[in-house]
């Protein structure tokens, strides 16, 4: 039973096309996260949902686009793949408060060629 | 600029030794929190500190918070290969309720039998 589950684990593509990362939560958390983990495994805030509705886009480029069809579900949609978007990308949920922990997905590895 | 710092980056350690990691800023928390991650899996919540000079205890590893809330120390006692892993420690944005959190660089431990 797994409480946040992303789909695909990997991912190989090559620059300049257009992929999409799935992310689901059995938790009945009301927020969604997408993080970014870059080689050196720093993890970097992207998009926070909350209840369907954005609530964070940190200054990430618009080729990348989140969507959120219920608060058990937050997509990935990345237009136009450059290499420098190769990276592990995270999906999380929480409750909606500061104070209690995220529950990861396993992640899905990126790769551009 | 790194809101939260991790030290040291780096710590290989023979099984059965003790090790402290840091995780210091200039600015004040209203809580923090630490995590472990495995190659290839996503950060799991180990702990979450919330009153300055808390300290929590969980079997071998045991959790400091600052007394100004700005810092944190984790603690390992009898180190075992299977502490080996990423360790990050995290919290909201200062000043700004609701946020995402923010992760530190992690520190990277390796426990050798």
């Known amino acids: 039973d797994t409480a946040v589950s992303q789909t695909p684990k990997y991912l190989v593509t090559q620059m300049g096309n257009d992929k999409s990362i799935k992310c689901e939560q059995n938790?009945?958390?009301?927020?969604m996260y997408w993080y970014k983990q870059d080689s050196k495994k720093f993890l970097k805030i992207m998009f926070s949902?909350?209840?369907?509705?954005?609530?964070i886009n940190e200054t990430v480029p618009n080729r990348f686009s989140p969507k959120s069809p219920d608060k058990a579900h937050l997509n990935l949609h990345i237009n136009s793949l450059e290499l420098g978007d190769s990276a592990v990308y995270f999906c999380?949920?929480?409750?909606?408060?500061?104070?209690?922990?995220?529950?990861f997905g396993s992640g899905t590895r990126l790769t551009v060629v | 600029t790194q809101l939260l710092e991790q030290s040291p980056q780096f710590l290989s350690i023979q099984e059965g030794e003790n090790l402290t990691v840091y995780c210091n800023s200039s600015?004040?928390?209203?809580?923090l929190q630490w995590y472990r991650q495995e190659p290839g899996e996503g950060p799991v919540l180990l702990v979450t500190?919330?009153?300055?000079?808390e300290v929590k205890k969980l079997k071998r590893l045991t959790f400091q918070f600052g007394d100004a809330r700005k810092d944190s120390s984790l603690h390992i006692t009898a180190a075992q290969p299977g502490d080996t892993g990423l360790y990050l420690c995290?919290?909201?944005?200062?000043?700004?309720?609701?946020?995402?959190?923010?992760f530190g660089k992690g520190t990277t431990l390796s426990v050798s039998s």
């Open positions: 999380a949920s929480s409750p909606w408060t500061d104070r209690y922990g995220y529950t």
């Open positions: 938790l009945g958390h009301d927020t």
């Open positions: 949902y909350n209840n369907k509705e954005l609530i």
């Open positions: 600015s004040v928390f209203s809580s």
């Open positions: 500190v919330v009153t300055g000079g």
């Open positions: 995290a919290g909201p944005r200062p000043n700004q309720a609701g946020t995402a959190l923010i």
